[in-house]
């Protein structure tokens, strides 16, 4: 079967670094995608990831290893506003979407 | 401003109704999908549509039927509700199927008693 590992819930403080990892074992790869979901909101896309290596967006960077079937969300200089959950899904061999539950990151002050 | 709009925002629905979540996207991104969100489990998928006049069966479909007669319109049906369809139902879109990113409407909660 499809399967996407991610920590149900991760705490960090105001303004560190946080790693936020995803594995996957899927038929198939196509893409991995972050998303973010603000409580009681709507998925909204962070970054995409096909070739192995590291994307940096500003304060979120995401890093793809395709042989280890692996990928992390790194969040930076961590603001109160990134309390949310990140969402990892890897595009399979059909091009369809494989979601993760998703991770629940606190961020206290 | 562009986007998806789901319409009802919320519903409390009796069991053995039917009830119809719309959904309309003004960006003309050609595929469309519907999703469920339940506590502890990622989105899944219900039906999509990467073309109008197309759709597809996704990962949780029973119990769901769709339409998608015109580029921005893919609304999902539920025939005859039970208990186990309460649940967070979003509405996404992207340019095209595949590897496009998708952009998710703010999702209709829906209650079966």
């Known amino acids: 079967g499809q399967n996407i590992d991610q920590p149900t819930e991760m705490t960090a403080t105001e303004g560190a670094i946080v790693q936020i990892n995803c594995t996957y074992q899927t038929s198939g790869f196509n893409g991995l995608f972050w998303y973010q979901q603000h409580a009681g909101e709507a998925p909204t896309f962070l970054s995409y990831n096909v070739l192995d290596g590291l994307e940096e967006k500003g304060r979120f960077s995401s890093f793809l290893s395709r042989s280890k079937g692996y990928s992390y969300l790194l969040l930076k200089e961590l603001q109160m506003k990134d309390s949310a959950s990140y969402l990892c899904?890897?595009?399979?061999?059909?091009?369809?979407?494989?979601w993760g539950a998703g991770t629940k990151l606190i961020i206290k002050p | 401003t562009a986007g998806i709009t789901q319409a009802p925002t919320s519903q409390i629905l009796a069991a053995g109704r039917s009830m119809t979540l719309r959904c309309t996207q003004d960006m003309r991104h050609n595929a469309m999908y519907w999703y469920r969100q339940d506590l502890g489990l990622g989105l899944r998928l219900i039906h999509y549509?990467?073309?109008?006049?197309?759709?597809g069966k996704g990962e949780v479909p029973d119990g769901y039927s769709v339409s998608r007669a015109n580029t921005d319109d893919f609304p999902l049906t539920l025939a005859s509700a039970v208990p186990s369809q309460t649940s967070v139902y979003f509405c996404a879109s992207s340019v095209t199927g595949g590897n496009q990113p998708q952009h998710f409407g703010d999702g209709t909660r829906l209650s079966i008693l």
């Open positions: 549509s990467n073309t109008a006049g197309t759709t």
């Open positions: 899904a890897v595009i399979d061999s059909n091009y369809q979407l494989i």
